[in-house]
């Protein structure tokens, strides 16, 4: 469907559910929804990334199918969702290249840089047995390709947020204000709105389930993990000039450990629920790179865990590359595939603490 059908299609649903409002408790749309009377692009985006699909509306609306109002909040709101993913991202058209083929496409690059380090590592010698990862690919350059990456993609993170938070309406000073970052944070950390009032999302047979949630969770926090691992490591070499490779029983290699434990569980489970057991009410992945986003993250850890486990044998310097591209493919592709959800919902939530605190008839400004 394309985005201006989804947006004509998302103003209907918007103004039949502000009639009826039956499902105003379940979630933080449909009381945003009410502090609106017209719907325009920039107030869908905002719902569509403020919607959680946990499917309570669907299967509590009197209008959905097969009634003739074919009332479908969740498909309707990821529709425009993933459309506004490619919508912010810049530049356009590596956006619409990687949603046409996501995980082929992301495959192919891993594959082409893993390649090309172990050319690099072999041309020198350095894939034979040793434990040192510098003597494999050395520190400089390392630390070299993946600043000069993470610089890139934050920049362009930054350029996609900057358009979406725009196209809300909101100023940046309203954006760091404490009191909505703080709430916003809460209902990030315990992914309030994957709860259902406490009874998890609902399944493909209107059944509520956690599942959905506890994989999400250990996704978002098992990345936190492996983040805190790369900073811990950081602090260690530059500040400490204590360089890797690290004890098992390290602070790096415990929160890696970790960080790579919930980063095979979350994305193996949500990817589990998403083919296995879909939802009825969303008709299809609208993202391309979503499922390619659940693929590296899963590739990215078990590599990473292989590693650590074989980084004393001679096949270290070969997993340390193929580890490596895949993390050097998860970095490029963020802003372009299911990972800047996580920017514009976290923006929605923050924009939504705002209007609460704002005057309730302040419509539409």
Not at 19 to 30: I, S, T
């Amino acid at each position: 469907m394309p985005f201006a059908n989804a947006l004509e299609e998302g103003e209907r649903i918007m103004r039949i559910c502000n009639a009826c409002r039956y499902c105003e408790g379940y979630c933080a749309v449909f009381p945003a929804m009410e502090k609106r009377i017209v719907f325009a692009r920039g107030d869908l985006n905002y719902l569509a990334n403020l919607c959680h699909d946990c499917g309570e509306c669907y299967h509590a609306c009197q209008y959905a199918p097969p009634h003739e109002f074919a009332v479908n909040v969740p498909d309707t709101m990821a529709r425009i969702r993933s459309m506004s993913y490619r919508q912010y991202a810049w530049p356009m058209f590596l956006s619409n290249a990687f949603n046409r083929r996501g995980v082929a496409t992301s495959l192919g690059i891993a594959a082409t840089i893993a390649i090309l380090l172990l050319l690099c590592s072999g041309a020198f010698g350095h894939l034979g047995p040793v434990s040192d990862f510098y003597r494999v690919i050395p520190h400089r350059t390392l630390a070299m390709g993946f600043g000069a990456v993470s610089l890139i993609v934050a920049v362009l993170l930054l350029t996609g947020f900057v358009r979406f938070w725009r196209d809300v309406g909101e100023t940046f000073s309203d954006l760091v204000k404490p009191k909505a970052l703080t709430s916003a944070l809460g209902d990030i950390l315990s992914l309030r709105y994957l709860g259902s009032g406490g009874v998890g999302c609902t399944d493909n047979v209107g059944r509520h389930s956690s599942w959905r949630r506890y994989f999400h969770q250990f996704t978002f926090y098992g990345f936190m993990l492996c983040f805190a691992a790369t900073c811990v490591g950081t602090f260690d070499h530059y500040i400490l000039h204590s360089p890797a490779p690290y004890p098992f029983l390290s602070a790096p290699v415990i929160l890696g450990t970790l960080g790579g434990i919930g980063l095979l569980v979350g994305p193996a489970g949500l990817y589990f629920l998403k083919h296995r057991v879909p939802q009825p009410e969303i008709e299809a992945d609208h993202s391309g790179m979503g499922t390619s986003f659940i693929v590296l993250l899963f590739l990215t850890s078990a590599t990473g865990l292989v590693l650590l486990a074989l980084r004393n044998s001679h096949y270290m310097g070969a997993w340390l590359c193929i580890h490596l591209a895949l993390v050097m493919t998860l970095f490029l592709t963020l802003p372009y595939g299911k990972f800047v959800h996580s920017l514009y919902r976290g923006g929605a939530l923050v924009k939504y603490a705002l209007e609460r605190a704002r005057p309730r008839y302040r419509l539409n400004d």
